[in-house]
């Protein structure tokens, strides 16, 4: 409505889209041929739960029925982890372009809006931005109480993974080593960069209620009007009600919490032994 010049075909979702199907069918036989190719090749290692079971389940028929429920397991997991990415990262980066698309007053260089004026008028951006609002509530409703679980499970993975690594480096092999290494590091980063996005929308969207309150709406009634729905507008931000938000300062207290929750469980351990 507020786009005269959009072109659904060209619009970057179809873009992505079409990029995530490319994706998707060039790693999905990929991803399988190195799942069944490794399961062939070293089905006797300890990590597949076949090797421990006696030895009348080691059977030919028994270990290709294992085989096939080992690659459509795998593979279920891959196809969730790549629609969740997806639709997580469409969500992000639209949510992120449309609150850009309310900010009133002076231009700011990293606001780049494409859409008209007609927009951000009085008679229409409250109606617009209380849609926006009550969509992002019904997304972030779905999976917010998935927060705090996901990001401490990946706070224990690398208390876990920097403790191995600094009281039995001497002991563990160089493969080893580097494989808890590449997860801490994934994993850590997976968090740095979700949390600096949720800091950043938080910012942004308070810039852009801050917009609203100060622009002149060409009228004392109009500015009171746009007062009062702004104090009633809820930012558009990543948390659980007013429980907590994710703000810039979450990056550092993450970090803060990974550095002193390894340094006392390396402490706590120590005393214990001796």
Request: net charge positive.
């Amino acid at each position: 409505q507020f786009m005269s010049n959009w072109n659904p075909e060209a619009d970057a979702v179809s873009r992505i889209f079409d990029v995530f199907l490319m994706v998707t069918a060039i790693t999905f036989p990929f991803s399988g041929l190195v799942v069944s190719s490794h399961y062939i090749l070293f089905s006797h290692w300890s990590s597949y739960a076949i090797s421990v079971l006696p030895s009348n389940y080691q059977s030919t028929p028994f270990k290709i029925v294992y085989g096939v429920w080992w690659f459509l397991f795998l593979q279920t997991i891959w196809a969730i982890l790549l629609i969740g990415a997806f639709v997580v990262l469409t969500t992000a980066r639209h949510t992120w372009l449309l609150l850009g698309e309310f900010h009133c007053g002076r231009k700011l260089p990293y606001v780049r809006k494409n859409t008209s004026s007609e927009l951000r008028k009085i008679e229409t951006i409250r109606f617009n931005y209380r849609i926006l609002e009550v969509l992002h509530l019904k997304v972030t409703h779905l999976w917010r109480e998935l927060i705090l679980p996901l990001e401490t499970l990946i706070l224990m993975l690398g208390i876990f993974g920097n403790f191995t690594l600094i009281t039995y480096f001497e002991i563990l092999t160089p493969l080893n080593a580097a494989i808890i290494l590449i997860w801490v590091l994934v994993a850590t980063n997976f968090v740095i960069l979700g949390l600096n996005f949720c800091g950043a929308l938080y910012t942004r969207s308070f810039e852009v209620l801050g917009s609203m309150r100060n622009n002149d709406w060409g009228s004392r009634i109009n500015n009171k009007i746009m007062k009062k729905f702004v104090n009633s507008c809820r930012p558009i931000q990543i948390g659980y009600g007013r429980m907590y938000a994710i703000r810039k300062l979450s990056v550092l207290k993450y970090l803060r919490t990974l550095t002193k929750g390894t340094m006392r469980v390396l402490l706590t351990l120590k005393k214990y032994s001796t």
